[in-house]
């Protein structure tokens, strides 16, 4: 699956080049019939329903001209959305002001890191805590990372 996944980003990453826009992630699963391909793409200030039908349409094209899935399968080309993790940091800038949970290398799967992202200092995110704290983590040093949403 490790290969088909790669194989889809790079079909698509000259698809993104052109079009302006950021590969997030790819993920291929096994669905009921045949495979689901979901790639989450992103640009710096956001993306439309539109940019996402016309990659759609391109990586659809490309996947059928190369014969990269044997089987039948559904494409799904979309933003990460607000319940994704982040996982590039060249998203952070945009979410400045959110609140975070922050799972960091080392720490407990129990013990996440909370705090609103108020800066993006090169690799350097720094965040508030609750109590006022104001905290520099290195981007490297994140292995999981989401916005908290308000409800």
């Not at 000259?14 to 950021?22: K, L, M, N, S, Y």
Request: charged residues 30%; hydrophobic residues 35%.
């Amino acid at each position: 699956m490790t290969d088909l996944r790669e194989n889809i980003r790079a079909l698509l990453l000259p698809i993104t080049e052109a079009a302006g826009v950021f590969i997030v992630d790819v993920v291929v699963r096994n669905e009921r019939g045949g495979k689901l391909v979901q790639a989450f793409v992103d640009t710096d200030k956001g993306i439309t329903v539109d940019e996402c039908a016309e990659i759609s349409r391109e990586l659809g094209r490309c996947i059928e001209q190369e014969n990269v899935i044997q089987t039948s399968y559904r494409l799904e080309v979309s933003s990460p959305g607000a319940d994704k993790p982040v996982r590039l940091l060249r998203q952070y800038p945009r979410n400045v002001g959110r609140r975070f949970k922050v799972m960091l290398q080392g720490s407990e799967p129990s013990k996440p890191f909370i705090g609103t992202l108020k800066a993006v200092h090169g690799d350097q995110l720094e965040f508030e805590t609750d109590s006022g704290e104001t905290i520099a983590i290195d981007f490297s040093k994140i292995t999981e990372s989401k916005v908290e949403l308000p409800w």
